[in-house]
């Protein structure tokens, strides 16, 4: 029966592993092509003012926004491969068994800062809809800066997804452990 319900924690584990990997080759997409739009587009910015003395004079504010979203879509993907910034300050002080539940910790609450963003985000977003001007292309600013509450769900989520990853590897794990014992 214990089996049973490890096969069943263990399958979900690798189904949710399975969504995240794909997710994350989305995002990873999208990084490349905004990277390589600005590449060109800055290249190409550079050669204009080197050969005709001047340039496009839209290329300029959408490299920025281009810088903007390749940035927070960056931190997306960082997150999503646990390789963003953190610091660790007490997990060589704690034993190894515990070093899970400590992972678990961190990620609730980064969870709930990443959750307080969103929230300063959405909140920038109705300002900017309800007093925002027009921006690139004649497109309304807010448009642009959707970028901020997508990245910090995105990274929300991410940091959620981890925290359950942590508690059922480890659960299932453990229990795989134990089961090997009684054999």
Partial sequence: MESDVTNIRYGWS???KA???RVEMVEQGLVTLILTLII??????IGL??????????????LRYSVLWGGLLGAVLATARAQHI????VSYLIPERAKPWLKF?????????AGFLFRAAVLFMQSEIEFGGTSLFGLPSWILYLIFPISFA???VHFILSALLTVFDKRSTGQQAS????V
Avoid: H
Avoid at 49 to 62: A, E, K, N
Avoid at 86 to 89: T, Y
């Fill in 14 to 16: 690798l189904k949710l």
């Fill in 154 to 156: 995105m990274i929300s």
């Fill in 105 to 113: 910790i961190t990620l609730c609450f980064s969870t709930v800062v």
């Fill in 86 to 89: 953190s610091l660790d300050v």
């Fill in 40 to 45: 060109v587009l800055a290249t190409y910015q």
């Fill in 179 to 182: 089961s090997e014992k009684s």
């Fill in 49 to 62: 003012r080197w050969f005709t003395s001047g340039g496009l004079p839209w290329i300029d504010p959408l």
């Fill in 19 to 21: 969504v995240l990997n």
